[in-house]
């Protein structure tokens, strides 16, 4: 496994721009060459490029595992259909009815465990779950709802916000059974997601992300 530092469109928050697991990975069109190939060396995948609601902000948007990929109500036809059309047959995609469309802030999930903000009706959780195919519980981390801002994760750990408590971690720690440490990214920033895109192949982290945030990052999602 392999971690390397890159911006996407100028910007190092690159989580909000993309989204992979280790079947699927989808940025937004404009990325400059270079860039995208380091994106399919280090993660292991020929990324798919497209929008959400006509919006760059695809790990916004989007949230999803190995087999399933979330993506919005508001996502209009032709966006549908060009994932659709790239994503491999092993993965499905699922268009979530809500309110709350973005999914990539308020879900955490793997491919057998979910956390979702407690803002989602018991309905659309078991829309969640059945799509996820996964155990599923609403939570509140650090008392708010963006979940999926405050922990990331793959199969060697999950990283979490600096500030959160021993006991919101040790219930991260014992639902997903994996190890769990703190972090900052992108010199200070305390939300792991927004400045990561990565899977079990390998980590990208955002521009700005200092050498000693590096070193944690590896420690956590790529030495084994």
Known sequence: MDIQSIDILGNSSI???GLSTNNYCIIPYGIKPNIQTII???LGI???ETTINNSNLIGLFCTGNNKNLLIP????????ETISNLLPEDS?????DSKLTALGNIIITNDTKT???TEFTSAEQTQISDALDTELIPKDIMNTTIVGSLIYGNQNGILAHPLISDEDLD???DFFNIKVDVVTVNRGTPYPRPGLIGNDNGVLV?????GPEIMRIFDVLVKN
């Open 15 to 17: 989580g909000i721009f």
């Open 40 to 42: 399919k060396e280090t």
């Open 46 to 48: 020929q990324p798919i």
């Open 73 to 80: 109500k508001l996502t209009n036809s032709y966006e549908i």
């Open 92 to 96: 499905q995609l699922h268009i979530i």
């Open 115 to 117: 956390i979702v903000s």
């Open 171 to 173: 219930f991260i720690e």
């Open 206 to 210: 955002g521009s700005d992300t200092t």
